[in-house]
């Protein structure tokens, strides 16, 4: 177990360097164009933190203590499929979360 000092102070810090590296872009430089390069590179900040979220949950399901299971499998293969067919992610969650749920009823 980690000491109640030591929790606040990792607490405390990361609270404000989460609040310093927002600030940075809404504070320092929110009222100024961004340089083309800039917007080009956060244009794929979704497609960098959405795989991070979900991958451990596809690979690592805690639902299942951390075994690999065939409806979370095929969700996400159908999921991927989907979004690069349509190139919705509406669309493409919604036919993966319909997936899932049949999935796991069908597996029991």
């Known amino acids: 177990m980690i000491d109640?000092?030591?929790?606040?102070?990792?607490?405390?810090g990361l609270g404000v360097g989460s609040y310093l590296f927002r600030f940075g872009f809404i504070g320092i430089i929110g009222d100024r164009n961004l340089p083309p390069w800039i917007l080009r590179h956060l244009r794929y900040t979704a497609v960098a933190?959405?795989?991070g979220l979900v991958a451990p949950l596809v690979l690592w399901p805690p639902a299942t203590g951390g075994e690999l299971d065939a409806p979370?499998?095929?969700?996400?293969?159908?999921?991927?499929?989907v979004g690069l067919k349509t190139r919705n992610?509406?669309?493409?969650?919604?036919?993966g979360a319909v997936?899932?749920?049949g999935g796991l009823y069908l597996a029991g």
């Open 72 to 81: 979370r499998l095929v969700a996400a293969v159908v999921t991927i499929i």
């Open 89 to 95: 992610p509406l669309v493409a969650i919604g036919f």
């Open 99 to 101: 997936t899932l749920y």
């Open 49 to 51: 933190v959405l795989p």
């Open 4 to 12: 109640q000092t030591t929790l606040w102070i990792v607490i405390v």
